[in-house]
């Protein structure tokens, strides 16, 4: 992780540049390659800046799991139960209230078009995951690509956008935004590898650069719980979003809001799905002890598990979950560098955690006992030997918090007003899991890439149309 980059706002009547593009998009996952891809079917020209050589960010880091109401995907599974305003309860459930009405709304109503554009449009072949229910979610509504992993989603996206003629300018480090003297954007300054500088000039500018998951003095500040945590997510998303906006007088959001994940595979440093947790699994710590109840979602499970001693535990389960740990790419990769371990008994289960098989032996039968755990979860069976274990610890996936925006994603100054043709979305704006961890719902991330790169678009779109047609 980084520190604190430099970023910069430059004020300028007007900029010098060999190139003038409609929409400039800073930042190439899947925010900034949604945004280009229903830009150009809306007719407007845009570029994508990328700082890294080939565009990955978090996206490819990710499972690619998206949740979205009333797809074509969703349909044809037979789930016709679902819709925008029963998706917006269960963010809001999960976050107890605390998301951002209008943003959920807008979110909620808008990732089902965006998965079927993607689908109609540009080949993406949503599936449909429908082998467990994720937490928080009252329906199946999670989708994927077949392959379930982001690096075919951010495959997939690369694919449509190269099929749409979109230029992607890769190894273009943006420093710094342009404005002239109303506030509006004009152009923006990046660097090169070889350290030339280079200006694009622009009608309207995307924020798709993510948060600040990569700057450890920003995590440091801002989630202090997680200072010392491994972070998964990309380390280029170093918190350039919220730096221009702090000098612009931008209002910020939701500061605290982050997803956690309580199950990063430790040492291999992969993550283990949490389908085996909300089937039946169990995180036990180095005491031989569970200590907290497990289906309330993944996001604050990284909390209890730095809590325990040396921040690690062994996520337990049998062979009927083992099955269905092995349909995610991500465990089958993490059993292929070594980390699954299988015993055949209680003492052997409690040699490989190290702790005493006696205490370890009432954790298991307390599945069994008719009272629940004081945790209050519920088993529908106890597990059974042979048992599996593997080492996990809390990790930073990504962070939450970001720049405030309307529900077109346009950028709010601290008084409410929006920038006129600056806007931001995926985890460079604020999300909608509120201000803690535990209002992360799965799939909240790409969520706020696809939906907020849908809508910024239209908006980017729309205003582009209106100075045309007012010039
Ligand atoms: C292990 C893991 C698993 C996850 N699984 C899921 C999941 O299944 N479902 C889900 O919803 N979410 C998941 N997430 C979260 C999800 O990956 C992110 O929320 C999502 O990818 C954000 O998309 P984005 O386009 O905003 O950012 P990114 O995909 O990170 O793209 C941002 C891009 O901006 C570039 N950039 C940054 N700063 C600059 C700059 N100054 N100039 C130029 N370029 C810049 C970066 O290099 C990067 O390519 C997961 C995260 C991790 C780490």
Redesign the pocket.
Known sequence: MTTKPSRHIRRAGQVEAEVHVPVAI???????LTAALMLADAGVASVV????AL?????A??????PAPGTRAQREHGVRDDSAERFAADIQAKAHGRAAPALVEAYAASIGPALDALQERHGLQWVLLDGFLYPGHSVHRMHSLPQKT?ASLMAALQAAVEAAGIPVLTQ????TLVLDAEDRVIGVDYSRPDGTRETLACDALLL???GFGGSAEMVRMLLPEMAEATF???T???G?AILWGESLGARLRDLGGY?GHGSWVTPQGA?MSWAVMMEGGVQINCEGRRFHDETQGYSEAAVHVLAQPGGIAWNVFDTPLLALARGFPDFCDAEAAGALRRCDSVDALADCIGCEPAVLQGTLDAMRASTPPSDGRVFARALEAPYFAVKVTGAL??TQGGLDTAPDMRVLREDGTPFANLLAA???AGGVSGDAVWGYLS???????VAGGYIAARTAAALIHSTKASA
């Open positions: 800073v930042g190439g996952g899947a925010c900034g800046l990328e700082r890294d565009p990955s960010g978090s996206t880091l990710s499972s690619g799991f998206i982001g273009a480090l943006v420093d798709a650069c993510n998964g997510g990309h280029g998303n170093d350039s997803q993550l996936f990504h995926g985890g460079a799939g909240n991330g790409l969520l706020s890439a």
